[in-house]
């Protein structure tokens, strides 16, 4: 299970998120946890005394008092398997990470995996759903590839929106545009998003050199690209969803895209 996206989706729902941002989110750099992130292991220390991953998740639901409610989409033992044109296989997530621009194919084992059934009935009452931005081939597929939960987004009466990321990720993404993600969950969910949040704010010169230098680079998407998702009915939203951070990190700014979602929410229905 990803403690690590668990945690931040939790984070980001608590009522003071900006504490927690920071007591969660340290990582030790010294000793046998050097590496090691303090809300992953109190995630993990919770599911040994609760017994059950999604116990775990509940009890730091109820112990941070977060606005909603966090769910993993299963709590069976899964690994996500890459295929490329000369089918090789990479199994778990570095692997996959490493090879992502390689991969013409990803599943899970095994195959059949179950959703909880709280995240099939969450997904059909859902007013939104949003997908991303996130890892592509270690966040957001992985997800949509438990058995039944495709379906049920496919099913739902909810506009379905993905948000793009604003850079690439080396080796997982190196290369990609904004459709060549949308394109891998069109595969994966059975259709296209109805709604793709695109960020056009151009990144500083400065900040983008360093970005550059780990083979990350803005993710755009191309004036043919865009006409191909309007042919496909697939709403393009563009906005200035930019932000960088003190620490001179890229990041979405949060503010603008949850209002974007909530326009799309309220013009849909």
Known sequence: ???GDVRN???ALAENDSALNRILN?????????GHSLGNLV???VTELAGDFR???EEMNKLLAIRGRVLPVT????TIVGLDGKGNRFRGELEVARHGRELKKVHLEPEDAKPLREVVEAILDAEAIVLGPGSLF?????NLLVHGVAKAVREAEAPRIYVANVMTQPGETEGFSVYDHVRWIKDVLGQYPDVVLVNETKVPGDILEKYRETGS??????EREEAHLAREKVQVIRGDFLEITPGGLVRHQTQRVSEAIMKVSRDRK
């Open 138 to 142: 270690t966040s957001i597929l992985p």
């Open 55 to 57: 116990l775990a998740v």
């Open 1 to 3: 299970m990803p403690p």
């Open 9 to 11: 989706c939790i984070v």
């Open 75 to 78: 709590t069976e033992a899964v």
């Open 43 to 45: 995630l993990l220390a």
């Open 217 to 222: 680079e803005p993710v755009l998407l191309k």
């Open 26 to 34: 340290f990582r030790f750099d010294k000793g046998e946890l050097a």
